[in-house]
């Protein structure tokens, strides 16, 4: 059985879960995985157990404090063995794995939605069409989230290898807007707004909705790029993230080709416009033609009685 290597997911310094749906893709390929974690603080490897997994290596070093594409690479492809390499299909991660891939003489094929045998499915064109790629040995691979079952968690055979001394840069610092809300990325159900939504304090109105089902609140560009106050990490499509929830509800937003690309395979599209010839509606599986003024807080009290 050939190997295969996953890059973990970090997010707020654990592992997040969609590592364990990374195990179950590699499952898929017919590969042995070995779990591979970047970390300043090895003991956070005891979470990346997980049946199926039968090594896992924290790569300690200070370069992982905060992210820099070039030393993260050189530390987890000097640490990590041979194998077809398998990330998270987030921003930072198809990075990582374009890298290794570049220092291994691998290819790369980002963004798999789907897994038969060694034959892998991702969108081209900003998911116009996709494609159908056969390995034939180890390549890099990324996976979208929601995709794969989570693998059930097990025990951790962790070994430690410290890369502390042997990179070159290191980012020290990097100053974000602090949030606690969910990430779009990780999220399984999103709800976001786009320019419609008039201003940046009426998305209020979809953070009550999101807390309420356990949501992530995303925007489109043009709610990112004409308010300050909604940062660049919310958007989806294109220029921003790649979501896959099981439910994504777009709040004013057009369904722009660009924001499409980002959210188009979600399981299911729900669209709040009140231009009942907006293009979202041509891809949304339920559509509801009215304000989000008018519809917003029908839905929110709804939802809470349901969800009580
Ligand atoms: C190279 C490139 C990359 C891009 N990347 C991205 C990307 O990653 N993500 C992205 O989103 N866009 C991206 N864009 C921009 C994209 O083309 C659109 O301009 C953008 O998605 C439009 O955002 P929007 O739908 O929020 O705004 P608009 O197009 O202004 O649409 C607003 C919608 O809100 C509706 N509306 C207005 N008032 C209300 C109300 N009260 N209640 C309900 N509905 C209302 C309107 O009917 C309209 O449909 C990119 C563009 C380019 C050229």
Do not use: L
């Given at each position: 059985m050939s190997e295969s290597i996953i890059i973990a997911e970090i997010s707020k310094g654990s592992i997040a879960s969609v590592t364990a749906e990374l195990v179950s893709a590699a499952i898929a390929l017919g590969t042995s995985p070995t779990v591979v974690v970047p970390c300043t603080d090895a003991s956070i490897a005891d979470g990346a157990g997980y049946d199926g997994v039968s090594r896992t290596i924290a790569v300690k070093g200070d370069c992982f404090a905060n992210y820099d594409a070039s030393s993260w690479a050189a530390a987890i492809d000097s640490a990590a063995p041979s194998g077809i390499i398998i990330a998270a299909a987030t921003p930072q991660s198809k990075d990582v794995a374009a890298?290794?891939?570049?220092r291994r003489g691998l290819s790369i094929v980002q963004d798999v939605v789907a897994i038969d045998?060694?034959?892998l499915t991702s969108p081209i064109y900003s998911g116009k069409a996709m494609q159908t790629v056969a390995l034939s040995g180890d390549a890099a691979i990324?996976?979208?989230?929601?995709?794969f079952p989570a693998a059930a968690s097990s025990g951790a055979n962790v070994?430690?290898?410290?890369?502390?001394?042997?990179?070159?840069?290191?980012?020290q610092e990097i100053i974000a807007r602090a949030s606690t809300r969910l990430d779009v990325a990780e999220a399984n159900i999103i709800i976001s707004g786009g320019r419609g939504m008039g201003s940046p304090d009426n998305f209020s109105h979809l953070e009550k909705i999101a807390d309420v089902l356990g949501a992530a609140v995303g925007a489109s560009r043009a709610a990112v790029d004409t308010w300050d106050a909604i940062p660049h990490s919310m958007q989806v499509?294109?220029?921003?993230k790649t979501v896959n929830p099981n439910l994504y509800i777009a709040v004013g937003i057009s369904g722009a080709i660009q924001h499409l690309a980002g959210m188009r395979s979600s399981k299911y599209i729900v669209a709040v416009n009140?231009?009942?010839d907006a293009p979202i509606f041509s891809h949304a599986d339920y559509g509801i033609v009215a304000t989000w003024e008018e519809t917003l807080p029908i839905l929110?009290?709804?939802l809470s009685s349901m969800m009580s």
């Open positions: 890298r290794i891939a570049a045998g060694m034959n990324s996976v979208r989230a929601n995709v070994s430690v290898v410290d890369q502390s001394g042997d990179v070159a840069t290191a980012v499509g294109q220029t921003g009140k231009d009942a929110e009290s709804a």
